[in-house]
């Protein structure tokens, strides 16, 4: 019997598809590209995992997670790019 406050098994990723916790990327991962942080972002979003968990699985801060996901609200999966900036970060 599943409670309330039980975390989720599995949620939908960024592209659609299941996410488990064995989907996620390493914990010691250490390039970062857009999709990693993106299903970071959906799998705390999700329920999958909170938000110091994540923090602290992947070694980044709090501040450094709600980067993400303010970039993944206002530009999707491209805003996560670290290169061009410039065209996301205004």
Sequence with gaps: MLTQNAKSAAVV???GKTLTLADLPSPDIKRWVTRRK???VAAVRGELLT???ACERYGISSEE???WEALYD???VKG???TRLQN???
Excluded: I, S
């Design 65 to 67: 997670y709600e980067g």
């Design 74 to 76: 206002r530009f999707g």
């Design 80 to 82: 996560l790019r670290t």
């Design 13 to 15: 990723g960024p592209d």
């Design 88 to 90: 996301y970060r205004a």
């Design 51 to 53: 938000r110091d968990e």
């Design 38 to 40: 993106a299903e970071v």
